[in-house]
């Protein structure tokens, strides 16, 4: 179990879990210091940015993350996506039929003061209608939101600046989410209303065509994405791999 070989063939054991796994010593295409493409490793899926302007920056040896290597979006522009369309993880994920899903990340918030986007889902030609995001308002807490004709968002809760594995569990009506295994909301409701549109990309850092529209200052080690709202269990262990990869300890 676990074995198959990624896109990149590199031998490195994929985890069996997620629908897609990124890790930042795999699938990163470099533009000199910074990372113009993060390919994932199972289906494939490509997060991209074209413009050297926008690219996040890579560290092949972040302390952070005991030495492993990270990305990091400035907060100014930097950003990477997919090219929306219905064959993209944001499509597969963020259907507007309240489908389940599971996202673990490990991230860590390099500046506080300012609202900023960690990562989620959106639409390019309608910005006002995106599934899920998880933001940072001014201070050092976060929430997590979507909107359709209006939103709904969680108490802004725990903590993302120290590296952290931070994993949101969304069920279809409700979302729970835990940095290093300690729950911070416990099944909030985030909308029961379809969308009017379907979200058909992922974005990581912003997506520049969605609302609020604020680059995040993070950097990132990992992302595992699920198709389904993951047991008590699964989420456990898949936490524990993730830490074992950045030097996280869980609580």
Partial sequence: MGRRRGPG????????????????????????????????????????????????????????????????????????????????????????????????????????????????????????????????????????????????VTSDAGTLTAACVLSVVFSGTTVSTWVNNTLVHNEEALDTTTMGTNPDRFALFMDPDSVPGAYGNFSCAEIRAYTSALSTGNRQSEQVAMAAYAGVTLS
């Fill in 9 to 152: 063939s590199t031998g490195v054991a994929i985890p069996d879990l997620p629908v897609e796994w990124w890790r930042s010593d795999l699938g990163v295409t470099l533009n000199g210091s910074n990372v113009s493409s993060w390919l994932g490793q199972k289906v494939g899926y490509d997060l991209a940015q074209g413009t050297a302007a926008d690219q996040p920056a890579y560290d092949a040896a972040d302390a952070v993350y005991n030495g492993q290597p990270s990305i990091t979006g400035d907060g100014s522009s930097d950003w990477l996506t997919e090219v929306a369309g219905a064959g993209t993880l944001g499509a597969l994920l963020g259907r507007g039929d309240d489908t389940p899903f599971t996202l673990i990340a490990t991230l860590r918030r390099e500046s506080t003061g300012a609202v900023t986007n960690a990562m989620g889902f959106a639409k390019s030609t309608d910005s006002a209608n995106y599934k899920m995001r998880v933001s940072t308002p001014a201070g050092a807490g976060f929430n997590v939101f979507r909107r359709t004709t209006g939103s709904v």
